[in-house]
């Protein structure tokens, strides 16, 4: 596994660290309360929303029986 730069959150405030990484590259931030993030470059093509929602759907694990699903129903509802 490849080493990753570790750099703090106050850096990540003052620079524009995203800006000097090649896309795919990431860097490790990490907090004063230990938290640790990883920042990764994603440079955004284009992009066609079936394709990313077909992907979207794949991740999610399918559980219990298969009921029928109105999405438009479910947007238009909550946008009211």
């Known amino acids: 596994m490849l ?3 570790t750099i703090s959150g106050r850096t990540l ?4 660290v995203e800006d000097r990484l ?3 590259e990431s860097i490790l931030v990490q907090k ?3 938290k640790v993030f990883e920042l990764r470059r994603v440079d955004a093509g284009a992009k066609d929303i ?3 929602l077909d992907r979207l759907l794949k991740e999610m ?3 219990g029986p298969r009921v029928r699903t109105n999405l438009a129903a ?3 509802e ?3």
């Open 74 to 76: 479910i947007i238009i």
């Open 50 to 52: 079936n394709t990313e």
């Open 61 to 63: 694990p399918a559980e």
């Open 13 to 16: 405030r003052h620079e524009a």
């Open 22 to 24: 090649s896309p795919g």
């Open 3 to 5: 080493d990753k730069k």
């Open 78 to 80: 909550d946008r009211e």
């Open 32 to 34: 004063r309360g230990g």
